[in-house]
């Protein structure tokens, strides 16, 4: 047997068990392929799929529903996550959070600056960027400004203060203060806003578990065929074809479904032909408004592929749907 990705012959010191989709989004175990090399399993946990679980809105939605097993926090860049900017949050308002990866539903706000420019908008800076030169220019150029520091403690602060002496601006900080409790809801929740970058890391995962699917139902001989070069070799280096691979849609996969009604809570994938083109459907959250298209491959003679299954979240199971359109599961699970 050949790995589906590097097609380099797979054998008793590197075969491996890789999941449809990842671990951390609750793939059981179950649910695996054996025809990926160890070497290419781990390394597309480490260069995209990382970041697929903690800096994305499926991350983000997955560490609220399932939690980290890992509980290891990566730099958030593609996933801003803010205290909205409404005079309720006092000094407060769009500062920046992140994820918790030690807890499940868990905000931690970081170490950061804060400033407005002359046409009053905040701006906020991380400690850990203030030695970046383009963060100097920015902090040197509205040095006569009024500065803000958010820190945990009086460590944290003389640490800040220091590094911006260093960058050139010097500034005795004033009493601060703690977070309105205007700003805690009803039921003692923080609201914040989500905003989500996509870019071809996190297309890349998604095209890698349509393609896992696709070897899941096919089999390895028939995805290690040709036609999938180009998404085998998008997947691998981020290589792009003369074609858009992955695409967002608005809407749900499963028919008859809207926003404000879906079967069930969990994720759904499907392989099915549209005229002589392979295409995969992948939500990660069936409960979000779009899902991901991947052109997977050339048919060489028109012929009717279609599967689908789904991952329910409420008993962790993998579910085939039933309907030869894909239209429906057995019965609603769950209705919002």
């Given at each position: ?51 697929l679980a903690g800096d ?82 920015e902090l040197n150029r ?147 408004a779009f899902y991901y ?44």
């Amino acid at each position: 047997m050949n790995c589906i990705y590097c097609k380099n012959p797979i054998t008793e010191k590197n075969s491996s068990e890789e999941h449809v989709f990842p671990k951390s989004f609750g793939c059981p175990d179950s649910w695996t392929i054996d025809c990926v090399c160890t070497e290419c399993n781990t390394g597309f946990g480490r260069s995209i799929e990382r970041f697929l679980a903690g800096d994305s809105l499926e991350g983000f939605w997955r560490l609220q529903k399932i939690g980290s097993r890992s509980r290891k926090s990566i730099r958030q860049t593609r996933l801003k996550i803010n205290i909205p900017n409404e005079d309720k949050y006092g000094n407060f308002k769009g500062a920046v959070v992140y994820c918790d990866f030690s807890k499940k539903d868990s905000l931690i706000l970081p170490s950061q600056i804060v400033l407005e420019d002359d046409e009053g908008n905040k701006k906020y800076f991380l400690l850990d960027d203030i030695e970046k030169e383009e963060v100097k220019n920015e902090l040197n150029r509205y040095k006569d400004k009024v500065f803000r520091i958010f820190t945990h403690n009086k460590t944290e602060e003389q640490k800040a203060i220091e590094k911006m002496r260093q960058v050139g601006i010097v500034f005795k900080p004033q009493k601060g203060g703690m977070l309105p409790s205007s700003a805690v809801e009803e039921d003692d929740t923080l609201k914040v806003s989500v905003e989500g970058i996509i870019d071809d890391v996190l297309y890349r995962s998604i095209a890698k578990i349509s393609f896992n699917y696709l070897a899941k139902i096919k089999g390895a001989e028939y995805a290690l065929d040709s036609r999938f070069d180009a998404v085998r070799e998008y997947i691998k280096t981020g290589d792009k074809p003369n074609f858009k691979m992955v695409e967002i849609k608005e809407g749900h996969i499963l028919a008859e479904e809207t926003d404000n009604k879906y079967f069930f809570e969990g994720h759904i994938f499907t392989i099915q032909t549209k005229g002589k083109r392979i295409i995969g459907k992948v939500s990660l959250s069936n409960t979000f408004a779009f899902y991901y298209v991947v052109k997977l491959g050339e048919l060489e003679v028109w012929h009717d592929l279609k599967s689908g299954h789904a991952y329910r979240l409420k008993d962790h199971k993998i579910i085939e749907l039933f309907s030869p359109t894909m239209i429906s599961v057995p019965k609603p699970y769950f209705i919002r």
